[in-house]
Nanobody, 119 residues
Framework: QVQLVESGGGLEQPGGSLRLSCTASGITFSLLAMAWYRQAPGKQRELVAA???????NYADSVKGRFTISRDNAKNTVYLQMNSLKADDTAVYYC?????????????WGQGTQVTVSS
């Protein structure tokens, strides 16, 4: 029913840019708080960036100044613009949505998209 579909991952050189997109269906997008997480092999999944229903943003220190999260409610889509990419940004990136019930029963995950930063 509820589905989050990510796109935009791939291979990029250090210093390059990628833009990830996540489109939601089956739920009222404007009621969702959205976030991007990432997980590298052998590492814990970590919060990269988040955006509230009202547009307030928060970033991990490791990406602040390089990444930008935004949302377009008319398109049911959240974006992650990634600039000045580093090898340490290599990970599977997951879209996350939290609905108004504020619990795991109203939280959703995308399938993940691979980002690889390498020369």
């Amino acid at each position: 029913q509820v589905q989050l579909v990510e796109s935009g991952g791939g291979l990029e050189q250090p210093g390059g840019s990628l833009r990830l997109s996540c489109t939601a269906s089956g739920i009222t997008f404007s009621l969702l708080a959205m976030a991007w997480y990432r997980q590298a092999p052998g590492k814990q999944r970590e919060l990269v960036a988040a955006i509230t229903r009202s547009g307030t943003t928060n970033y991990a220190d490791s990406v602040k100044g390089r990444f930008t999260i935004s949302r377009d409610n008319a398109k049911n889509t959240v974006y992650l613009q990634m600039n000045s990419l580093k090898a340490d940004d290599t990970a599977v990136y997951y879209c996350n949505a939290q609905g108004p019930l504020l619990g795991n029963s109203d939280m959703y995950w995308g399938q993940g998209t691979q980002v690889t930063v390498s020369s």
